[in-house]
């Protein structure tokens, strides 16, 4: 049963959740993008098939992270700088923690 909408209620909390929905949204289109350019991959053996480089994807992709430590803090760090050098660049005062 759908729930009737409390015109009196203030949906602040509902707008920051749909608001963090939508970023988190945009900041992994280039991470998929990237993703599916990597499942696309052949090698350039005629000898091998579709199969075999799928495998050899999938056997890396499975292992990937636990190569890099600070794999999740590198990107949160690139995402992070670029986002403070735009909002420097717009001459805002205060800073992000």
């Given at each position: 049963?759908?729930?009737?909408?409390?015109?009196?209620?203030?949906d602040k909390e509902e707008r920051c959740l749909?608001?963090?929905?939508?970023?988190?949204?945009?900041?992994?289109?280039p991470f998929r993008e990237a993703c599916l350019r990597f499942v696309d991959?052949?090698?350039?053996s005629s000898f091998?098939?579709?199969?075999?480089?799928?495998?050899?994807?999938?056997d890396y992709a499975k292992y990937h992270h636990g190569n890099y430590s600070n794999y999740e803090e590198s990107h949160f760090n690139i995402i992070k700088n670029g986002f403070t050098t735009f909002w420097n660049n717009r001459k805002y005062n205060g800073g992000w923690r």
């Open positions: 049963m759908k729930k009737q909408k409390d015109l009196f209620k203030n749909d608001l963090k929905k939508q970023i988190y949204e945009e900041l992994t289109k991959l052949r090698h350039d091998r098939n579709e199969l075999e480089d799928l495998q050899d994807l999938f």
